[in-house]
């Protein structure tokens, strides 16, 4: 290829190994750049939003690059085990779905959904997150933790709900079929607050695509980074990063 290219034989490897010495010195700036954003983050970002935040700061960098420095530097997703509800053989009473998939408001306390979201600790098992989120706002106004997948966890998240934004009248709650949400005791509860309930069709979870949303993020962002010792520990997680992170 020298005698090709007509150059000295000294002179093209010395050139190349100058070329490959600069590039090492842009894939080490590169990986202690990731390295930061990624520590920024708490860990919870992965290669496709690094990239997105390292464009923004004008580098010129492919998103195959960053995984491959990403995967070199061992700089990684936990894999979470997965959740398998039970399935119950009752048959499921139809509800009237008013939201009916309109997301819409024009300003806060007028419709709320809800949901629950599994989390797992090595010491403690499954744990429960129940939460409502306000579709104006976005942000998640009331939620509540537990061992158990109760009535009484699904009452307390929106009992936190109320008593922190202290909607009037004319507010519709939608939320899914699940047990805990047509039980006798939280329907009472939502009448006795003057709320509208409003339900999900039979598997249609896009009938909840919002609150749906916010746990599917929740878990990418935070829950399959960490493994949680306990209950207590993924409790002070959970509450940091909705208070610190997604409500900002």
């Not at 010129?60 to 085990?81: D, Y």
């Not at 939460?131 to 009535?151: A, P």
């Not at 507010?171 to 709320?195: A, M, P």
């Not at 929740?218 to 520990?233: A, G, I, M, R, T």
Request: charged share 25%; glycine share 4%.
């Amino acid at each position: 290829m020298c005698k090709v290219l007509g150059v000295p034989r000294s002179s093209y490897y010395h050139s190349l190994n100058k070329t490959q010495s600069k590039r090492e010195r842009e894939n080490q700036e590169l990986t202690e750049k990731i390295k930061q954003i990624h520590k920024d983050s708490k860990e919870r970002y992965g290669a496709p939003k690094i990239h997105h935040i390292l464009l923004t700061e004008n580098y010129h960098v492919s998103l195959k690059r960053v995984q491959r420095l990403m995967k070199k530097a061992g700089i990684r997703s936990i894999t979470k085990k997965k959740y398998r509800p039970y399935q119950s053989k009752e048959k499921i009473v139809e509800h009237e779905n008013l939201l009916d998939r309109d997301f819409s408001t024009t300003n806060i306390n007028q419709k709320w959904v809800a949901d629950i979201t599994y989390i797992n600790t090595l010491k403690d098992g499954w744990c429960y997150l129940a939460s409502v989120m306000d579709l104006h706002s976005k942000k998640i106004v009331g939620y509540s933790f537990s061992r158990s997948m109760t009535t009484e966890l699904v009452i307390k998240a929106l009992e936190n709900a109320i008593n922190n934004q202290k909607p009037s009248k004319e507010l519709i709650l939608h939320t899914d079929l699940g047990s805990q949400y047509t039980s006798s005791e939280f329907t009472g509860y939502v009448q006795s607050r003057k709320i509208i309930q409003s339900f999900s069709r039979k598997g249609n979870p896009y009938d909840n695509a919002c609150i749906e949303s916010f746990h599917a993020i929740l878990k990418k962002e935070e829950v399959n980074h960490v493994q949680y010792l306990d209950y207590y520990s993924a409790k002070i997680a959970i509450f940091q990063y909705i208070e610190g992170w997604y409500n900002r």
